[in-house]
């Protein structure tokens, strides 16, 4: 694996780690997501019609989404792909995010 490769596989799971944190954190803690990057684009928390159900709603799919990056990252990582696969790996990574906007979305017409 090439040094650059895997400065994005390194922060690929950084991202999923940190997305696993605030998910769990925010369960354990019972607190409401606050986090820009867990937040619809144009939303705030101000407007929010039920912060509660919210996070409710987004802690499972924000923990899915840490957990995928992190496997795909650390997977990649450790050279688990073969260079054949970059095409697949990379449509995965795309995929994910895609799911993510998709679940942002939803949940500003849902909470907004």
């Given at each position: 694996?090439?040094?650059?490769?895997?400065?994005?596989?390194?922060?690929?799971?950084?991202?999923?780690?940190?997305?696993?944190?605030?998910?769990?954190?925010?369960?354990?803690?019972?607190?409401?997501?606050r986090v820009k990057e867990l937040l619809p684009a144009t939303c705030t928390m101000d407007k929010c019609k039920d912060p509660?159900?919210?996070?409710?709603?987004?802690?499972?799919?924000?923990?899915?989404?840490?957990?995928?990056l992190f496997l795909f990252g650390a997977a990649?990582?450790?050279?688990?792909?073969?260079?054949?696969m970059l095409i697949a790996c990379i449509a995965f990574v795309v995929f994910l995010v895609v799911f993510y906007f998709v679940v942002l979305k939803r949940a500003a017409k849902l909470f907004w």
């Open positions: 694996m090439d040094e650059f490769g895997s400065i994005f596989d390194f922060a690929i799971a950084g991202y999923g780690i940190y997305f696993i944190y605030l998910s769990l954190s925010a369960k354990i803690k019972g607190e409401v997501f509660d159900a919210f996070t409710a709603y987004m802690i499972p799919r924000v923990l899915l989404f840490g957990v995928l990649s990582f450790l050279g688990l792909f073969g260079s054949y």
